[in-house]
């Protein structure tokens, strides 16, 4: 079953500053395939971490819909900062 990835508006704009933006934008590809969300870390409730080399996106999950919405797109050292 392949998931809908959405990027939220401030993802979107984060992706936009990262000279890696494909790289990143393949690993979310990835993900809409195979979500595998059991295997990732859980941060809340439904806000769950992908690591892709040193970025980290934020996504939450809405199994009902096969969606995953992504949140927030950094480098390891600041995307929790803002939580």
Do not use: C
């Not at 797109?73 to 995307?79: A, P």
């Amino acid at each position: 079953m392949i998931w809908n990835v959405v990027l939220h508006k401030k993802a979107n704009k984060d992706l936009e500053k990262f000279t890696d933006s494909e790289r990143i934008r393949e690993s979310l590809r990835h993900l809409s395939q195979f979500p595998d969300v059991k295997n990732m870390l859980r941060i809340e409730d439904n806000l769950y971490r992908l690591r892709i080399g040193e970025y980290r996106a934020l996504f939450k999950v809405y199994d009902t819909e096969h969606l995953i919405v992504i949140i927030h797109i950094d480098v390891r050292g600041k995307i929790y900062k803002n939580l």
